[in-house]
């Protein structure tokens, strides 16, 4: 501890930093949309300012998650959303797309985000599996059952 203790830096966590979260979600949006080539998610003032109204517990990693997450799904997720942060929106889907994921059954969702993901990944299946938080194994799995390689 010691050897690593030259020089300390203390930084602020990021809930006394308010004006920070704005450039972070940015930066992050633009990082991983060309990481896993995907497009921009638009940002409304209304999301931005409950981003900016959440203390972040987690501090920039948690941002950092919470936007990859985002971008994946292509939409800012209620559910995965810190429960103090209740959107009412999804911000890229319009009322019609939503209405028609709303009939889609659960499997044939869940096959077009993991079809989503694998493209993100360039067919990468160890990545994907990593960015979708399984195993391999079920991936590969899944991909079978579902008769695609």
Not at 57 to 62: A, D, H, I, L, Q
Not at 73 to 80: A, C, R, S, T, V
Not at 110 to 134: F, Q, Y
């Amino acid at each position: 501890y010691y050897r690593l203790q030259v020089l300390p830096i203390e930084v602020p966590p990021l809930r006394t930093r308010p004006e920070d979260i704005e450039l972070l979600t940015h930066y992050f949006v633009r990082y991983f949309s060309r990481k896993l080539n995907l497009d921009p998610l638009k940002i409304s003032n209304e999301i931005m300012a409950r981003l900016q109204a959440y203390e972040w517990p987690g501090n920039v990693r948690e941002l950092k998650n919470f936007i990859e997450r985002s971008l994946i799904l292509g939409y800012f997720p209620k559910e995965d959303l810190p429960l103090n942060l209740n959107l009412d929106e999804r911000s890229d889907l319009t009322e019609q797309a939503e209405q028609s994921a709303l009939s889609e059954s659960l499997e044939t969702v869940e096959r077009n985000h993991i079809t989503k993901v694998l493209a993100a990944c360039n067919g990468n299946k160890s990545e994907a599996a990593r960015v979708l938080r399984i195993s391999r194994k079920t991936l590969e799995r899944k991909c079978i059952a579902w008769n695609q390689d």
